[in-house]
């Protein structure tokens, strides 16, 4: 991927023990850099094992700060500051109903999944048949049988389950997808890298009654959106 640079494949030699240290340490820093405040997103970083998310080849570099390739078309799992700095401005808490969109590897669901608890639910959509395929058996042998799966274009939402407290879109829009604001609550929250001249922006969008307010929060890079609301409208 552009701007990044993926250690090479290779195979893994890392145990459980190892990991979990690796995990502990990620989470610590991440703290102190500021990107993790809430207890409930931290825990949750805590309880998800990224590495369980990642393909052999590129396992033990589990808790390095790059997106590591996924099967499928153009798909990474995103580095683990991601996780914080997508949900914490988004307030991510118990009881939501959470939509993604960019289901990937399935660790940002599973990590949301635990954040939300059992009075929330988290839907996640993936465009891509190999990698939606990848996600599912991460998340089933990881434990996380109650997440919504669905295999389909997230522009369009998932209307059935919406009105949605949070969404997430983890692709970069050269729009934000209109459906996706029509099943969000009012009082709810949006964020996705959105492209403006170029350059992608993390945005965040708060839907009131009579408005939408707008933060841009930091520059990102992700991968682009593809289905009705991508750039080459595939
Ligand atoms: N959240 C993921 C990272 C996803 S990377 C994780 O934690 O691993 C972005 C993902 O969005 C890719 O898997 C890509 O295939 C998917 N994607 C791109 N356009 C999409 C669309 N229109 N609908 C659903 N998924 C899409």
Redesign the pocket.
Known sequence: MPGWIVPPPKKPTKSKEEFEKERFAKVKKLGRQGYLRSRRIRDALLRVPRED?ILPEYRDYAYLEVPLP?P???????CPHSYPLFYEPLGLDEGHKFL?????????SAVAREVVGPDGFVVS????PV?FEFARRNLEYAGYKDIIVVRG???LGYPDLAPYDRICV??ACVEVPPLLMDQLKVGGKFIAPLVEGGIQYLVMLEKEELRVRRRVLCEVL??S???I??SSKE
């Open positions: 998310f996924l499928g078309e153009n798909a990474t799992i995103s993604e969109v960019g289901l990937g590897s399935g660790y940002g959509i993936e465009i891509d990698t274009d997230g522009g983890t692709a992700y991968v959106l593809r289905g609301c991508g």
